[in-house]
């Protein structure tokens, strides 16, 4: 089985700084990992995923996270954030083989202030 | 291009009483689909997932089940709602079984269950 811990429950940053939202994972197989937004009242849309090559991963909306299997981690980052980016980020695992289901973390809320 | 449709958007119903979300996918044949409950502060849950017609696998025992009656459509039923069923459901498809293939979800139905 998988586990997902997001251990910020909200994340408060102003707008043009740098932030980190932060994912460990835990499995006893290979994993995929991904990064999804959710804005207010809407479905989930994803940023990016790592499945394999480059452990820098690059997605929509300037965002960029980097898969450490040392450490287990699947951090995310923007250099520098926008009011817009205000949304809950979710970051999911699945195992290499054997189907395709998501195991998700509980979010982050990221709140951009002016 | 690809599209998810759920619905109800929302819907307030009295415990005992049945529920029905339906969700159509368009734009692709033979999706994997999924059922996702999110409830405050605990992630999102995988209820059922779907690889063909008449295919369902239960991820966690509950009140409520899931029918598949065509390849494009995925329905979410209860005989009789408890309280504890009250929550955000997410439907969402991906192509095939593989798994790191991108899960796309719909717009999400509020069930407030009084």
């Known amino acids: 089985a998988q586990s997902v811990t997001q251990l910020d429950s909200q994340v408060p940053v102003f707008e043009e700084a740098p932030v980190e939202l932060r994912c460990n994972y835990s499995s006893s197989v290979s994993v995929y990992l991904f990064w999804y937004v959710q804005y207010p009242n809407q479905g989930l849309q994803l940023l990016l995923k790592?499945?394999?090559?480059?452990?820098l991963v690059k997605g929509i909306n300037g965002f960029e996270a980097e898969f450490n299997k040392s450490q287990t981690s699947f951090h995310l980052r923007k250099p520098s954030v926008h009011i817009s980016d205000t949304a809950e980020y979710f970051c999911a695992v699945t195992p290499t083989g054997g189907g395709n289901k998501l195991t998700f973390g509980t979010g982050t809320q990221l709140k951009v202030e002016l | 291009s690809q599209t998810i449709h759920q619905w109800p958007a929302t819907l307030v119903q009295p415990v005992g009483s049945p529920l029905s979300l339906e969700c159509t996918v368009e734009?692709?044949?033979?999706?994997?689909l999924y059922w996702y409950r999110q409830a405050a502060g605990r992630g999102l849950q995988l209820l059922f997932y779907s690889v063909g017609i008449g295919q369902i696998s239960s991820e966690v025992p509950q009140n409520l089940s899931a029918s598949r009656p065509q390849d494009r459509q995925f329905i979410l039923s209860s005989k009789k709602l408890l309280l504890s069923d009250s929550g955000f459901y997410l439907c969402?498809?991906?192509?095939?079984?593989?798994?790191?293939?991108?899960?796309?979800f719909g717009e999400g139905s509020w069930l407030t269950v009084v």
């Open positions: 734009g692709t044949s033979n999706p994997n």
């Open positions: 790592y499945l394999s090559g480059s452990t």
């Open positions: 969402a498809w991906s192509r095939g079984q593989e798994s790191g293939n991108t899960i796309y």
